[in-house]
């Protein structure tokens, strides 16, 4: 770690409990990174999450932080911004606590357009429990709960993200760090609800079940199935079955809820 990186963690949690060679400790670099990048005020910043391997990165993080309950983290964030509108909000999810259980608060804090940066940690499994399939386990891979392969489709989350109403949408990976920093540069920098799907790795689950043990494997995978956007574009649906399309998917500028709210406040005190 850069010497000057150290301010922004909790060194004395540190090491940290992940597996050897889970991507969770990339993603929480790349998310500090970012911050450090854009030299954000580091007490004007909250982050949330739920419940996973990847919801423990915020204690790790030296800022203000909240580690709530399963699929939780956007309706706590939700309520940490309309209380303190001046904070940086920014959330950190695992793919089954935002898109299976945290479902129902992502549309809808994508919905409201409020101020709130996620980044969720996509790993296509649920690690905390012991490798379950969760909304992004792939159709036909392994999971604990899935010994035959999986019969389930899963989400694009960046189109389920966009057609909800998020207004800044993108994906990378954590074989791409050095765009994965700038794509959540880019969330942190824009006002509404700005979504990075950080696709990553589990290899003690997802990889033992699908024959990717070894975090180089999972590594090699995600690198040789990524495509950028612009490439996607050109290709047919058969061809882009099982890729990773990765880049900036929307952005949009709308009313976001937190001034709206305000708005309302400022009308009822008026009297109107
Ligand atoms: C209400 C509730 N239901 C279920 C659980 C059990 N649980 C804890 S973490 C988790 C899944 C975590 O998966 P994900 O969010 O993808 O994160 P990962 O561990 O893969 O990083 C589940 C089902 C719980 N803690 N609370
Ligand atoms: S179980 Fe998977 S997600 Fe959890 S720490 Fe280990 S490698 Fe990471």
Redesign the pocket.
């Known amino acids: 770690m850069r010497k000057e990186l150290e301010k922004y963690f909790r060194t004395e949690k540190l090491p940290h409990?992940?597996?050897p060679?889970?991507?969770?400790g990339i993603l929480t670099g790349a998310v500090i990174r970012a911050i450090d990048n854009l030299k954000l005020d580091q007490k004007k910043i909250c982050i949330v999450s739920g419940i996973g391997?990847?919801s423990r990165a915020p204690g790790y993080m030296n800022f203000y932080t909240l580690h709530t309950t399963h699929g939780r983290a956007l309706a706590f964030a939700t309520g940490i911004k309309l209380a303190n509108p001046d904070l940086k909000v920014i959330v950190l999810t695992g793919d089954g606590d935002c898109a299976a259980i945290g479902g129902n608060h992502f549309i809808h804090a994508a919905r409201r357009n409020i101020d709130i940066t996620t980044v969720v940690f996509n790993?296509n499994?649920y690690?905390?429990t012991s490798g379950q399939y969760s909304p992004m386990t792939p159709r036909g891979a392994y999971a604990t709960t899935a010994p035959y392969g999986n019969i389930d489709r899963s989400f694009d989350l960046c189109k389920l993200a966009q057609s909800a109403g998020a207004t800044y949408v993108a994906r990378g990976t954590v074989y791409h760090i050095p765009q994965l920093i700038k794509l959540i540069e880019k969330a942190l920098q824009h006002k509404g609800f700005s979504f990075v799907d950080a696709v990553s790795?589990?290899?003690?689950?997802?990889g033992r079940k699908n024959k990717m043990a070894s975090p180089v494997k999972m590594m090699e995978f995600i690198r040789d199935a990524s495509i950028p956007i612009k490439s996607a574009e050109k290709l047919s649906k058969e061809e882009l079955a099982g890729k990773i399309v990765i880049g900036e998917f929307y952005e949009e500028q709308a009313p976001e809820y937190t001034e709206e709210y305000a708005k309302v406040i400022e009308k009822v005190r008026e009297g109107n």
């Open positions: 409990i992940w597996c060679g889970c991507s969770h391997c990847s790993n499994i690690g905390m790795i589990c290899p003690t689950y997802f």
